[in-house]
């Protein structure tokens, strides 16, 4: 019997040792959907790990899961401001501003906090904003 049709096997490559699907299947000398059926077949689950993406608005984001069917997200733009504070609690209500102006230019050099009117005003000069953060 092939060492992926054992489920106590594939558990333990799977989960226990961290191996991909593509990693045991190339072991195995069959496809990653091979593995994936016989995941499938045994339910060995794994939780996904922090994953970065794009935002349908183009905002860079780190997403992670929080329970089953659940997940957190926190915008790159974001989660580099926390570096900049000396407590989580200084962003509270505060927005992240670009300063070259390029909102895909995630350095830190390149953000700063600042309070919604101030961004508001970089922006716009008129106190409106349509800025997204």
């Known amino acids: 019997m092939p060492k992926y049709k054992d489920e106590q096997w594939l558990r333990e490559q799977y989960l226990e040792n961290d191996r991909t699907q593509e990693d045991i299947a190339s072991e195995c000398g069959v496809s990653h959907m091979t593995i994936q059926y016989w995941r499938d077949k045994f339910d060995i689950e ?3 790990p922090a994953q970065f993406g794009i935002q349908t608005d183009g905002y860079e984001q780190w997403k992670c899961e929080a329970g089953p069917g659940e997940a957190d997200t926190v915008l790159v733009h974001r989660l580099l401001a926390t570096l900049q504070v000396d407590e989580l609690s200084e962003l ?3 927005h992240v501003h670009h300063k070259n102006g390029r909102w895909r230019h995630n350095t830190l050099e390149n953000i700063e ?3 919604p009117a101030e961004h508001s005003k970089i922006h716009t000069g008129d106190g409106v904003s349509d800025v997204v953060v």
């Open 46 to 48: 794994k939780t996904n």
């Open 113 to 115: 906090v600042v309070t």
């Open 92 to 94: 509270e209500g505060k």
